[in-house]
């Protein structure tokens, strides 16, 4: 039981180039998150899904997509990265009903 | 107003301290409460889970909730170097999904 996995752990771009961040839980929740983490500012919510086949924007979704493939992968793909989008980014899980959010060992992504 | 405020610090205590931490709140109908701690490069893990007021115990964990101030505050007894983190309060953001963080109070306890 992994919990919540996400890929790569460590990531450099050039800005302008395009990349996708990998999530996989395997608690059978139905609600999925992805955050920003950034000094100063906390954990903010960039996007989520409810539910299979759902997707809502959070607090700061501009220059991000989301795509729920299944139940258990929810992947965050930047179009064209820029220094801003500079952050550490972490995945999260919660089942039906729960507020309690597990979350993933986060990804670190350089913008040059 | 941000939903919910914290402190960052840092805070440094010596080993075997009582260490409190605090966060206010903004919305009083929020109905439970969390604390998260963050060790460094590590993903947030939920360290205690309050609903409504009170307190709650878990070994040498506190965490307390008064409704009446909007102000949560988790206590640690004779804290540990293995303590040392960024410990993050949550409470229920008005989606009803997501949850709101305070920017987290970064905790270092000395030998």
């Known amino acids: 039981n992994a919990g919540v996995t996400q890929t790569p752990k460590f990531q450099v771009l050039k800005t302008g180039q395009s990349m996708t961040l990998q999530c996989a839980q395997d608690m059978n929740h139905n609600s999925m998150y992805w955050y920003r983490q950034d000094p100063g500012m906390g954990l903010r919510l960039i996007y989520y899904?409810?539910?299979?086949?759902?997707?809502d924007k959070g607090e700061v979704p501009n220059g991000y997509n989301v795509s729920r493939l299944n139940k258990r992968e929810f992947s965050l793909r930047l179009e064209s990265a820029a220094p801003s989008q500079t952050s550490v980014y972490f995945c999260a899980s919660s089942a039906l009903g729960k507020e309690t959010q597990y979350f993933g060992p986060g990804t670190r992504l350089l913008v040059l | 107003q941000k939903e919910v405020e914290q402190d960052p610090g840092p805070l440094s205590v010596p080993e075997g301290a009582i260490v409190s931490l605090n966060c206010t709140y903004s919305n009083s109908a929020f109905q439970y409460f969390m604390w998260y701690r963050q060790y460094s490069r590590k993903g947030p893990e939920l360290l205690m889970y309050t609903y409504s007021s009170g307190n709650k115990e878990d070994g040498r964990f506190t965490a307390q909730v008064d409704k009446s101030s909007k102000y949560i505050s988790l206590f640690i007894r004779d804290s540990q170097p293995s303590d040392s983190a960024t410990y993050l309060c949550a409470t229920p953001s008005n989606s009803g999904y997501a949850l709101n963080f305070g920017k987290g109070t970064s905790l270092l306890v000395t030998p």
């Open positions: 899904s409810a539910s299979e086949g759902t997707t």
